[in-house]
């Protein structure tokens, strides 16, 4: 089984420019916890929920809120970004995948077209493995 199989190919993304507000607003909008960062519709970078929370948050500075809304649009994307992140292609096998979200202790990765100039095509998540593994572990007990 391929990454192909499995991926979400409709993905929402961001730009380095975007501040990290309409990022957040982004991920909240879509309940998702990670946007790939494209710049002339290239992936230069991904941002995660984790990302944002420690750009946004730091218990030990104590502002007033008109300051902390202020730092959401102010504070770029690219800032708190992961640049040139670990990616793969819809032909890598889910297992090679799952090595290196495991390996690398990440959540997802984008998933790129390597013929068509690193071209985002998608994004895998654990929820998409475990999605996959649920799946199959069905189709076995059925067939038992």
Avoid at 27 to 40: G, T
């Amino acid at each position: 089984m391929f990454i192909g199989n499995i991926m979400t190919p409709e993905v929402i993304t961001t730009t380095p420019a975007s501040s990290i507000g309409a990022a957040i607003e982004l991920m909240r909008q879509h309940s998702i916890r990670r946007l790939p960062v494209l710049e002339d519709e290239r992936l230069v970078g991904i941002v995660t929920d984790r990302d944002l929370r420690q750009a946004t948050n730091s218990p030990l500075v104590l502002r007033e809120r008109w300051y902390s809304e202020f730092l959401l649009e102010a504070i770029k994307v690219r800032s708190c970004m992961t640049p040139d992140p670990i990616t793969v292609t819809p032909a890598t096998p889910v297992a090679q995948a799952a090595q290196l979200l495991r390996r690398h202790k990440i959540g997802g990765l984008p998933v790129v077209d390597v013929g068509q100039a690193d071209r985002l095509v998608g994004m895998v998540t654990i929820t998409d493995m475990l999605d996959c593994l649920i799946e199959l572990l069905t189709q076995e007990e059925e067939s038992d």
